[in-house]
């Protein structure tokens, strides 16, 4: 029994949930917003889609491994199901082709790194701060 425990994780304690400072982007006049505070401060987007298992899969790696503030970028989440009309618009404003899930880093306007699916974890966001 101690071996499957092991394996399995037989801890009984309940493993406290990571909060991350997002910020829910759910309308079209927050992409000048972020266009704009771009100029002095990173933003990142990231888009997820509630539906796929790969998604939550990336997302879930993604918010294990961030170890940033607030105060070092602002990070956006799109649920791209429930906002295809802001998916689509970050996608023509920021000329990056749709997919899902997916990171936008953006300064001064412009996109300067974008990943999707597994790449989205090797993005080092500590280099655009």
């Given amino acids: 029994m101690g071996l499957i425990k092991k394996l399995f994780g037989g801890n009984s304690e309940p ?11 759910n309308d079209l006049k927050q992409l000048e ?9 990173t933003q990142v987007v990231f888009k997820h ?12 790696q ?17 649920d791209l199901l429930n906002y295809r009309e802001v998916s689509n618009e970050v996608g023509y ?5 749709h997919e899902s899930p997916q ?7 412009v996109v300067v790194t974008h990943a999707s699916h597994g790449q989205i974890n090797a993005v ?3 280099r655009f701060v």
Avoid at 15 to 25: H, M, Q, R, T
Avoid at 33 to 41: G, P
Avoid at 49 to 60: A, D, E, L
């Fill in 124 to 126: 080092d966001l500590s």
């Fill in 49 to 60: 889609s509630t539906r796929c298992g790969i998604s939550r899969m990336v997302m879930n």
């Fill in 62 to 78: 993604f918010v294990d491994a961030y170890d940033l503030t607030e105060n070092n970028l602002d990070l956006y989440y799109l």
């Fill in 93 to 97: 404003k920021f000329q990056v082709m």
């Fill in 15 to 25: 493993k406290e949930e990571k909060v991350l400072p997002w910020i829910a982007l």
């Fill in 33 to 41: 917003v972020i266009a704009k505070k771009s100029a002095t401060k």
């Fill in 103 to 109: 990171i936008l880093v953006i300064k001064n306007g």
